[in-house]
């Protein structure tokens, strides 16, 4: 009675339950929903995404909208994949993140690593530190913060940046 593993990518969900199709069905028997549903934690997950009926056997029914494709059984283990129809907000919004990444000045970046490292600066030592005009960087702080990179957190004298990415290779 292990529970399964749930694994969410960008283009799909994958759910591995843990255990082997019973010793007295063939694959053929599992795909036509012969099956007495074994994990009751693996039904419950494909009731709630309606991909099976209470009875827990919801075989046919993802072998009828994914094909028997959808299912791989390897040592021990069956894996049903099972691909999304649709972009997730969290892919759309990561790839928008990397797209403005993209496009950032030098400059920009600079001040992000900077403050990454150094979160209670003021924009007068960064300015001094990375050799940018003062103006410059109050210029290149409000737009950080308007693409929601960085953001400030309390007052200007004891305060402290917050660096809203991290995953960018040239930070």
């Known amino acids: 009675m292990i529970p399964p593993s749930v694994f ?9 339950s843990y255990g082997d199709i019973p010793y ?9 929903g012969s099956s007495v549903p074994i994990n ?3 039904k419950d997950i494909f009731v709630s995404l309606g991909l099976a ?8 029914v993802i072998v009828s909208n994914y094909g028997k494709g959808a299912f791989s059984f390897e040592s021990c283990t069956i894996k049903v994949t099972i691909p999304f129809a649709f972009e997730p ?20 970046i600079s001040v992000l690593k900077f403050l990454r490292d150094n979160p209670t600066s003021t924009q007068i030592e960064i300015a001094e530190k990375l050799n940018i005009s003062v103006p410059g960087v109050k210029k ?3 737009r950080l913060q ?7 957190e309390g007052s200007k004298k ?6 809203k990415v991290y995953c960018d290779s040239r930070l």
């Open 89 to 108: 907000g969290f892919v759309i919004g990561r790839k928008a993140k990397e797209n403005i990444l993209q496009r950032l000045t030098d400059n920009q």
């Open 8 to 16: 969410i990518f960008d283009d799909r969900i994958e759910v591995v």
């Open 158 to 163: 004891a305060g402290y940046w917050i660096v």
């Open 140 to 142: 290149i702080v409000l």
């Open 40 to 42: 009751k934690t693996l």
């Open 53 to 60: 009926e209470q009875s827990g056997h919801g075989v046919p």
């Open 24 to 32: 007295n069905l063939s694959k053929e028997d599992f795909y036509n």
């Open 146 to 152: 308007e693409l929601e990179l960085l953001s400030r």
